[in-house]
């Protein structure tokens, strides 16, 4: 399961939904940047770090080496999940190779963050717009290599000491090179609480590129969960305007240790609209009263860190772009329902340059595509209620015709479609994708 978009496309819904079908749900990649919310009855989860099959009892939930994990803030959505009555046990294993965020991150996050403002000279301006939880930095170290700790290293205290020794020193340096004010960092304090994080977690950190190997050997079934999305992916996303891992299917073979090979159907997740957060290019932005009217049907703001999203209107030539890259085989479409009560709507299919000329390919470089607008098709709305869709054939005609628009461009079926955030509210489509050739 891969986002199509900039992330927030209802991935964590699509998986829960799908979680009975699999035996073991793997989290590839990103860290406590992400967020993935699951309504289940009355019931809403945000989750961080933890697959959304976490929900779903019987299964084993992975949180591949791909990913980086800041221990505390596990620790807390474990306890938080034990408070509303889900099992966390042996159910939830974490790479050893997986790497740790720690405080020093999220500072020189934040710093790095407020220089580019600074040097920008515009309140707002110049930032990536990163959530400062630390996810760049922590994968900064891991290419450095000699700055960086891994989940195996908690488990060893005089392991952890001594790189901490080595760390501490260099990373002062570099918040001071960035003005940041911070406290001094000590070497044994931070061992002492880390260590104790890790004994925490001592019963779930294990091999998990054995683990996962082990239970395709024995006939189970996996289901990889993507965290953030390919338009943000660090290689084939919006250039420098992404996060820091590969968070297309590309990175699964990476963050998991399974080779692309042994990966069959590919779901993309795409919203019927368009949203991202932070700056960078979004060329079907609404900066008016129908991007605000969006945002609030669709409660566009973000799970990890409650702000407004950017919206828009669906952008096909992203999305095209995406299927092509994830090698995606299905589209499941989430949040139609939001689009009910607009008399029409538009799809971009085509960009406009500068220059007046228009092309339909996407382009992941933020710079290249300034000054880009789109290319619109108009297609009718509908006013009826979504809801209590349970079939696409419940669908009103003009939002059976919108789904199979999407199908013709992009070139895929759409065959699961979400009208509604419970699980009930997702239903398989009668895709007519076969018929429209």
Same mark, same amino acid.
């Not at 009355?42 to 990913?67: D, F, M, Q």
């Not at 080595?166 to 940041?180: D, H, K, N, Y």
């Not at 073979?253 to 590919?266: E, F, L, T």
């Not at 895709?431 to 429209?436: E, I």
């Given at each position: ?119 920008? *000279?515009?309140?707002?301006? =110049? ?6 939880? @630390? +996810?760049?930095? $922590? &994968? #900064?170290?891991? !290419? ?110 990476? *963050?998991?240790?399974?080779? =692309? ?6 779901? @993309? +997740?795409?919203? $019927? &609209? #368009?949203?991202? !957060? ?20 669709g409660r566009e703001y973000g799970t990890t860190t409650g702000r407004p999203r950017r919206c828009g209107w669906l952008d096909l030539v992203a999305v095209k772009y995406s299927v092509m890259v994830c090698g995606a085989d299905a589209i499941a479409c989430t949040l139609l ?101």
């Amino acid at each position: 399961m891969v986002g199509l978009q900039w992330g927030d496309e209802g991935k964590g819904k699509i998986v829960d939904l799908l979680t009975s079908r699999y035996d073991c749900i793997v989290r590839y990649n990103g860290g406590a940047n992400a967020g993935h919310t699951v309504q289940v009855g009355t019931e809403r989860y945000a989750l961080h770090l933890i697959p959304s099959g976490i929900l779903s009892p019987g299964k084993i939930n992975i949180v591949g080496n791909g990913v980086v994990v800041d221990p505390e803030k596990l620790l807390d959505e474990v306890d938080g999940l034990r408070k509303r009555g889900v099992a966390v046990g042996s159910n939830l294993r974490i790479s050893d190779r997986a790497h740790v965020v720690m405080p020093y991150h999220k500072e020189q996050d934040a710093a790095l963050e407020e220089l580019l403002e600074r040097k920008s *000279g515009k309140l707002g301006a =110049g930032q990536i717009g990163t959530t400062r939880r @630390g +996810i760049g930095p $922590a &994968y #900064s170290d891991k !290419v450095r290599r000699s700055t960086a700790l891994r989940m195996g290293d908690l488990l060893d205290h005089a392991l952890l000491l001594r790189k901490l020794e080595t760390i501490c020193g260099l990373r002062m340096a570099e918040l001071e090179a960035l003005g940041a004010n911070v406290t001094p960092l000590v070497p044994r304090e931070l061992a002492d609480r880390f260590a104790a994080a890790g004994e925490k977690l001592r019963p779930h950190i294990t091999d998990t590129v054995y683990l996962v190997h082990d239970e395709i050997k024995a006939g189970r079934s996996v289901l990889f969960e993507g965290a953030n999305a390919c338009l943000l992916d660090i290689d084939h996303g919006t250039f420098p305007y992404v996060t820091s891992s590969n968070c297309s299917t590309l990175g699964i073979p990476a *963050g998991s240790g399974v080779p =692309g090979r042994m990966i069959g159907k590919v779901y @993309g +997740i795409m919203k $019927a &609209y #368009s949203t991202r !957060v932070g700056g960078g290019p979004f060329v079907t932005e609404l900066l008016d009263e129908t991007g605000e009217r969006i945002r609030k049907r669709g409660r566009e703001y973000g799970t990890t860190t409650g702000r407004p999203r950017r919206c828009g209107w669906l952008d096909l030539v992203a999305v095209k772009y995406s299927v092509m890259v994830c090698g995606a085989d299905a589209i499941a479409c989430t949040l139609l329902d939001v689009l009910s009560g607009f008399d029409e709507l538009k799809i971009c299919v085509g960009y406009r340059r500068a220059d007046g000329t228009v092309t339909d390919r996407f382009i992941p470089d933020a710079e290249r595509m300034h000054g880009f607008t789109p290319v619109y098709e108009t297609l009718p709305g509908w006013q009826r209620e979504l809801t209590d869709c349970t079939d696409r054939d419940d669908l009103p005609r003009e939002a059976q015709s919108y789904l199979a628009f999407v199908e013709k461009f992009v070139g895929i079926p759409v065959e699961l479609v979400s009208v509604g955030p419970e699980r009930t509210q997702t239903f398989e489509s009668n895709a007519r994708f076969a018929s429209m050739a």
